[in-house]
């Protein structure tokens, strides 16, 4: 039932005299009589207003009790007798292995920035010889413009506590386009160079309220070679087996068999991924002696068809057969 039934309806009342309309209708303010502002001061800088502690210690002493690890240790430790190769494109290439770090010695009151430059071992270039199985240099080096690549968690001005509690990873990218040097997560490396990392760290001085250059921290265990394509074997098989993202290209994997029956179907006998050198993993295999001829009069043609297949997957040095086994 309607409750204005024989009595004038409030709402359009309202919309008759026009008053309901003129309330929807902005005003325009009168300029003239506007209140006169202030000139704001200009706000001071973030960094002037950050909280900081220094210890009572001196520089020299804090230095050498600075402490800066790789997290993933046992992991570049797989390089050890290989040079690692690190992938550089265009577009730009994550590392790896990560440059993720640990570290420990410093301030926990204090605050501090981490930055990441790589710099050159050598004024040399390098190329992978294939009859020694190691690099050699060719060359002077091309002209150098290091990059120094920031932390993302420098905009925070973390304490030393901060930088100790987990370890950090700088995630950075490889590309040989210098007009991408200095842009986000860029760092502009030249194709068969040999980098080191080189770790900088600054420190806030709560007296100045400045961030100062106090120390840097080289890392050779991490020391690379920039490539466009593995050089050496060994290292892709390495980084294969171990990185979580190219699984693809393992022995099961979904790339290395779409790239093997390409291959087939290219007439190609050989597989375009190398296998994991293992002189033994055939020598418990038997073969039809149609396909295994008496090579040489060897009477134990399958021991030579292992040998000679382990030596396809190394770098090329004669050396002549051992002896085979004696047949019981």
Not at 112 to 139: M, N, P
Not at 157 to 179: C, D, Y
Request: net charge neutral; glycine share 4%.
């Amino acid at each position: 039932m309607n409750r204005f039934m024989g009595q004038p309806n409030p709402w359009m009342q309202l919309i008759d005299s026009g008053t309901f309309a003129s309330s929807l209708t902005p005003t325009v303010p009168d300029i003239k009589n506007l209140p006169k502002l202030e000139p704001q001061e200009d706000k001071k800088p973030l960094v002037d207003a950050l909280y900081a502690v220094q210890e009572d210690i001196t520089d020299e002493a804090l230095k050498e009790r600075i402490d800066v690890k790789l997290h993933d240790h046992n992991l570049w430790a797989k390089f050890a007798d290989i040079e690692v190769e690190m992938i550089v494109t265009k577009t730009g290439r994550n590392l790896f292995p990560k440059l993720a770090f640990n570290v420990t010695g410093l301030e926990p009151r204090n605050r501090y920035l981490f930055y990441v430059e790589f710099r050159l071992v050598a004024e040399e270039k390098w190329k992978f010889s294939l009859a020694t199985g190691g690099w050699e240099s060719y060359g002077r080096a091309d002209a150098y413009s290091p990059t120094i690549y920031p932390h993302h968690e420098n905009v925070n001005f973390p304490t030393g506590a901060a930088w100790m509690e987990n370890s950090f990873t700088f995630n950075a990218k490889l590309t040989n386009q210098i007009e991408l040097s200095g842009k986000s997560r860029f760092i502009y490396v030249s194709s068969m160079h040999k980098y080191i990392p080189v770790v900088m760290i600054h420190r806030f001085d709560p007296a100045t309220k400045t961030f100062n250059a106090f120390t840097e921290v080289e890392i050779p265990t991490a020391t690379f070679i920039a490539t466009t394509a593995y050089q050496n074997d060994k290292c892709k098989v390495v980084k294969v087996c171990t990185n979580p993202f190219a699984k693809g290209f393992r022995e099961d994997g979904r790339k290395r068999k779409k790239m093997e029956r390409k291959a087939v179907a290219e007439g190609s006998p050989a597989s375009p991924v190398p296998e994991p050198f293992n002189p033994f993993s055939r020598l418990n295999q038997t073969y039809p002696p149609a396909f295994l001829p008496n090579f040489f009069g060897i009477s134990n043609p399958a021991f030579y068809w292992n040998y000679m297949s382990s030596l396809a997957q190394q770098p090329f040095v004669f050396q002549p057969p051992p002896p085979p086994p004696k047949e019981e």
